[in-house]
């Protein structure tokens, strides 16, 4: 019977549509998931959809460190909805369900206590605290679970996390604000306003999801920029945590005695973490120092020529987003990269992930 021409097109029938629902509701996890893209670090943003015949039952997200993790709402949910006994149900988890005594119980412990069938997983967790942990407590208790559905959507939610957890420095994404003809500032060190109003706002939304912010001195001297989460969009969110502000200032330009700079340092302190970094170390050991003491996976460099430029020739950029306004800012202003290359063979090449209009200005998303 096992090779008739029934019995395969039969199965192939059965595999497909269990293919097509299970990407399905794993990318209503992953929606679910955005909802804390904001306010989950240092944790990943996680979704979860709890399914009993082709019927959602829960759904819940993880919201904020310290709180319970997205299988934890989604099953309380689905207890209400259907009682405690929640056998034949799938669960549809963005990252595989931790497995260790955290802030929070193991939410592997949580499935298996709810009589969960099958649990779906879109991407294995690489913290070496899970690492598959969570994953052999399911299928040891007799779980059905099934990996990988819709990994690349629920891996780009976490990009950092992976990174870091992985072994490698944070994510680092430079964003450039420039002219067509590449320029960010007038020679003066004039900056405000290149781009438009909702291009600022969508820079808003990168620092929202950034663990810290990297400057340089001499952005400070220009600008006294806040560098920070102020978005009237976005507050309604008013767990967002301030990314870290980093201030690098190796040739120590920056005197603190002086009353400008003292409050300027004074009202950042004051209003977020800060840190002035004055001593002459490299850039990946500053990038390691931000993993390893802060438990930072996302950074977002905005800085100037000198900084931006350092960043990208020691490879250290993950991602280059660049906003260009449609203007001209001429030759005596300053270019957005100041390296001299001498050959062709010199050049830096990067990859276009995306391109979108915003407002006036064009985003662009690049990776090496």
């Known amino acids: ?54 019927n959602i039952i829960g759904e819940g997200y993880h919201y904020q460190a310290g709180r319970p993790h997205a299988e934890v709402f989604a099953l309380r949910q689905a207890k209400q909805a259907v009682g405690d006994d929640l056998t034949g149900a799938t669960a549809y988890v963005t990252l595989e369900p931790c497995s260790h005594h955290g802030r929070t119980p193991p939410c592997a412990d949580a499935l298996i206590n709810a009589n969960i069938s099958r649990v779906v997983i879109a991407v294995t967790d690489p913290n070496p605290k899970v690492a598959g942990g969570g994953i052999e407590k399911l299928t040891n208790a007799g779980i059905a679970v099934t990996t990988g559905v819709c990994h690349d959507e629920a891996y780009a939610l976490n990009q950092g996390f992976f990174k870091t957890m992985s072994g490698g420095l944070p994510y680092v994404r430079l964003k450039i604000a420039s002219s067509l003809d590449g320029r960010i500032a007038m020679q003066s060190g004039e900056s405000k306003w290149i781009t438009g109003a909702t291009a600022r706002e969508d820079v808003q939304r990168l620092r929202a999801i950034s663990g810290a912010i990297i400057t340089g001195s001499q952005t400070v001297l220009a600008d006294s920029p806040s560098l920070n989460v102020r978005s009237p969009q976005l507050a309604s969110l008013s767990n967002i945590p301030q990314p870290l502000l980093v201030v690098l200032d190796r040739r120590k330009r920056l005197n603190v005695t002086d009353d400008l700079i003292k409050s300027w340092v004074k009202n950042q302190a004051e209003n977020r973490p800060f840190y002035l970094c004055q001593d002459d170390v490299s850039l990946t050991e500053i990038l390691r120092q931000l993993r390893d003491d802060y438990h930072i996976h996302d950074v977002m460099v905005e800085a100037g020529a000198t900084l931006s430029t350092a960043f990208l020739q020691q490879n250290l950029v993950d991602e280059l987003i660049i906003y260009q306004a449609p203007c001209l800012l001429g030759s005596s202003a300053i270019p957005m990269f100041t390296a001299d290359f001498a050959k062709m063979c010199e050049q830096l090449r990067f990859n276009l992930q995306s391109h979108e209009t915003i407002g006036d200005d064009i985003k662009f998303v690049f990776r090496q």
């Open 1 to 54: 019977m096992t090779n008739s021409p029934y019995f395969s097109q039969n199965f192939s029938q059965i595999t497909n549509e269990q293919t097509h629902q299970d990407s399905y509701f794993m990318r209503l996890a992953i929606q679910l998931a955005k909802k804390g893209q904001f306010t989950t670090r240092p944790n990943p943003c996680v979704g979860c959809v709890i399914v009993k015949d082709n």
